[in-house]
């Protein structure tokens, strides 16, 4: 039982999908920090993200973990590493391998059931290949000149100015979209908001009151859909 919340960078995924899960009492997973954690991993082992073997090996020795909001390298807490532009820079190339995201898809798959087996997850293809199965399915878009202002406030963008800021998502995008394995994509059944004319505010109250109609109310309590 997970609220899958899907969309590329700078929608506003994560504050949306925290506020969600503080209301419904949910633990929350950012599955793009379990990425960002394996991409410093391949960065500091000095490997060539586009290396699919070497990369994998990488990965399947890096202990990636993710605790209170925070991804892990072993006992590391490396969230704020995770954000560098350094990584930002590499993230997308280590996650098209398909092998490494089969990795990774395990690990939060996994998380969320040892987790109690509900949360909110929020990614890139959370509604469509890690939790098919989810029973409220959101697409966060926005127009690009609103992500980039919104990326732009974020400690990733290390200072970069807006256009500059503006081409890195646009090369995201289109890496995140086009990949062969789970590219970025809306799930058919996704419910989409647009994040350019909606507020935060009222993104959440849309999100909850499709997680009503799912059984989910506010202050964890359940009710059969
Ligand atoms: O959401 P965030 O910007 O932290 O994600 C970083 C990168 O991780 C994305 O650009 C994408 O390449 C990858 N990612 C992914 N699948 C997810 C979440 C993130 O491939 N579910």
């Not at 605790?67 to 560098?84: F, K, N, Q, W």
Request: aromatic share 4%; proline share 4%; hydrophobic share 40%.
């Amino acid at each position: 039982m997970v609220i899958a919340i899907d969309g590329p960078g700078g929608v506003g995924k994560s504050t949306v999908a925290r506020r969600v899960a503080e209301a419904l009492r949910l633990p929350y997973l950012d599955t793009g920090s379990t990425y960002r954690a394996a991409t410093l991993a391949v960065l500091r082992a000095e490997v060539d993200p586009a290396n699919e073997d070497a990369v994998e090996a990488v990965v399947e020795s890096a202990a990636i973990g993710y605790e209170t909001d925070r991804p892990y390298l072993g006992e590391e807490e490396v969230g704020s590493g995770a954000r560098s532009p350094e990584v930002t820079a590499a993230v997308s190339a280590v996650s098209a391998h398909r092998r490494v995201r089969r990795n990774i898809v395990a690990l939060q798959q996994r998380w969320v059931s040892d987790h109690g087996g509900e949360a909110v997850v929020e990614g890139r293809d959370i509604g469509t290949v890690v939790f098919p199965e989810a029973p409220v399915k959101v697409f966060l878009t926005a127009r690009p000149e609103v992500r980039a202002a919104r990326r732009a406030g974020d400690s990733e963008a290390g200072g970069r100015d807006l256009s500059h800021i503006a081409d890195e998502l646009a090369a995201r995008d289109h890496a995140d979209s086009t990949r062969e394995a789970s590219p970025l994509q809306q799930a058919d059944d996704a419910v989409v908001l647009d994040t350019s004319v909606l507020s935060n505010h009222e993104v959440v109250a849309r999100i909850l009151a499709l997680a009503a109609v799912a059984g989910y109310r506010e202050g964890g309590d359940r009710s059969s859909p």
